[in-house]
């Protein structure tokens, strides 16, 4: 079972800030993590994946991954109080389905 | 941008009654999944669907449900008879392929049926 452990929160950064986002994981032989922004009463909405160690940028997110260490982080730049939301990450496995965390909640005030 | 699309958005039932819910995937994705999340919970699987068969399936998927793929497009969860605690947001998800390592993997979900169940 890929568990993914991750602080409820909430998270609460002004906007304009760097909100960092972390998640643990127990399953060595996880390969990719998909990091998922869920609005309230909104479905799961892809926003990152990562399949390697390093990092990987696209716009105002990098997300982290450190497979020595079993975490992976999500950053978000300049936040703005759009970027209010859950934010779930999770180990895929091949076809398998993915296990969600309970999620962080971040707060971005104006 | 192609997207997975769910009906109804909300569907009200008596408890022990049957539902149907309705998902169209990415039409050329192969691998179908329904999650549910009760409200204030995580998000949980409850099964996924290759090849016209069940692949795996969680413990929440008893006799209770099934799914099935009548018409190569529409993708649909089964709840014969409901329960109250069947109340929830159901979610379809779909990926093109399966293959680890690969930017295929990426699972896109549609909008959700709210059931309750009264």
């Known amino acids: 079972q890929k568990e993914v452990e991750q602080n409820s929160g909430p998270l609460s950064v002004p906007e304009g800030a760097i909100a960092s986002l972390n998640c643990t994981y127990s399953?060595?032989?996880?390969?990719?993590f998909f990091w998922y922004r869920q609005y309230s009463g909104k479905s799961p909405e892809l926003i990152m994946s990562?399949?390697?160690?390093g990092d990987k940028e696209d716009g105002r997110f990098t997300a982290q991954l450190n497979k020595a260490s079993q975490y992976v982080s999500l950053l978000i730049r300049d936040s703005q109080p759009s970027d209010s939301a859950t934010y779930l990450c999770?180990?895929?496995?091949?076809?398998?389905?993915?296990?969600f965390g309970t999620g962080t909640r971040l707060l971005v005030s104006p | 941008e192609p997207e997975v699309t769910q009906t109804p958005s909300h569907q009200v039932t008596q408890m022990g009654q049957e539902v149907i819910l309705r998902c169209v995937p990415i039409?050329?994705?192969?691998?179908f999944y329904w999650y549910r999340q009760i409200l204030g919970q995580k998000v949980e699987f409850l099964v996924s669907?290759?090849?016209?068969?069940?692949?795996?399936k969680s413990e929440i998927f008893d006799d209770q449900f099934s799914v099935e793929r009548p018409d190569g497009s529409n993708f649909t969860l089964k709840i014969r008879s409901t329960k109250l605690e069947d109340s929830a947001m159901y979610f379809c998800?779909?990926?093109?392929?399966?293959?680890?390592?690969?930017?295929?993997?990426?699972?896109?979900f549609g909008p959700g049926t709210r059931l309750t169940v009264l």
């Open positions: 999770a180990p895929w496995g091949g076809f398998q389905k993915l296990v």
């Open positions: 039409s050329n994705h192969l691998y």
């Open positions: 669907f290759y090849n016209n068969e069940i692949s795996e």
């Open positions: 998800a779909s990926i093109r392929r399966g293959l680890a390592g690969a930017t295929d993997n990426e699972q896109f």
């Open positions: 990562i399949y390697s160690n």
């Open positions: 399953d060595r032989g996880s390969q990719s």
